[in-house]
């Protein structure tokens, strides 16, 4: 080829053929000919040799400084996606592209060119409209400590923002524990419309045989709250909740065996609240929950007071207003029928509350044991203020 073009060549600077004549003679056009002139010109007879095709640049080639940045930053963070560090790199002045990123993966060997699996854009994630419609929980384990115990979690997640309202460490799954860090998510964020969970016994009473109203459905209950539950094995209901369990486990657990309950419980709080206030979401642009967890109103809350222990039962009121305790029947009102009366047993006395009412107090008559029929687990307090 490259004897062929010299020929083409001299046939111009030598014979002095004409451009057009020498082109059509060795079947090429002008444009070419002119082009094998100017790199005889300008290197001789090597300048005719066959040339590689590649660009000597390229639009999507990524900057040597970019690309170094966006290995490290894949280094440090295994989990990050393209996504995640162009977002990352574009706040130190970088500019970096979801593709060039993937590219230089590709380049690097991190990932397997073709394997990319691309998120339909006209698919729209399902979520509530406003904060605090829509709540999810749910109980995660592997919390391990140094005494070889393991701890469970109570998480809670705002349906619309991510936001985690609830990580409280317990050592079992518990009603009464699972009901007090239930407690300290309304206080501190106000109540929900709904609150999502599945079907487990903590959560509801529903399926028992027969069925009866578990503490934590009660206290859905006092505050207004719709408790909504899962399709058996149905997960993915509650995906959302599953999604903060799977960062919980990538970045903090990890691995590690923490000393204490209460160290514990200090360092997931700590995670938390970077987490709603640093970590950027991508289901949510980039933003972090707190950003996006801006409640327009926030509904009064019920105060709740656990009472708990081997002095409280709990019965439920008959339609003719009696309620029978200690071998004993008294009346509380026909008013009161079909309502949840808490009585205290005293050494001496029975004292019968309904909320914060006390009813009535009369003499204990026998002395023997009393156990509570209601799977309750404690009652509420119905003392309302303002959140």
Known sequence: MAEQRYKAVLAVIADG????????????????????????????????????????????????????????????????????????????????????????????????????????????????????????????????????????????????????ISATLMRRERTQAVCDGLAASLRAHGVPQHILTDNGKVFTGRFHQPPVEVLFDRICRENGIEHLLTKPRSPTTTGKIERLHRSLRDEFLTGRILPSRRQAQAELDAWVDSYNRDRPHQSLGMDTPQQRYQPLTRREVAVIAQRTGPDWVTRKVSTVGVVCVSWQQVSVGRHRAGERCDIHVGEEVLQFWIGNDLLRTVARQSKGPVRNKRPLGGALSKTKQAD
């Open 17 to 164: 053929r004409p451009v057009s004549e020498a082109a059509q003679a060795w079947g090429v056009s002008r444009q070419t000919l002119h082009a094998w002139l100017v790199r005889y010109e300008e290197g001789g007879l090597e300048g005719l040799a066959d040339r590689s095709r590649r660009p000597g640049r390229s639009l999507h080639q990524m900057d040597a400084v970019v690309e170094v940045a966006v290995l490290e930053a894949r280094r440090t963070h295994p989990r990050w996606g393209p996504r995640r560090i162009v977002f990352e790199i574009n706040k130190v002045g970088l500019v970096a592209s979801e593709s060039g990123v993937y590219r230089a993966f590709c380049r690097a060997g991190l990932i397997e060119p073709g394997r990319r699996s691309r998120r339909v854009r006209e698919w729209k994630r399902w979520e509530r409209g406003e904060p605090n419609e829509l709540w999810q929980f749910d109980v995660v384990g592997g919390f391990g400590l140094t005494d070889g115990s393991m701890l469970k979690c109570l998480t809670g997640v705002d349906d619309h923002s991510r936001f985690c």
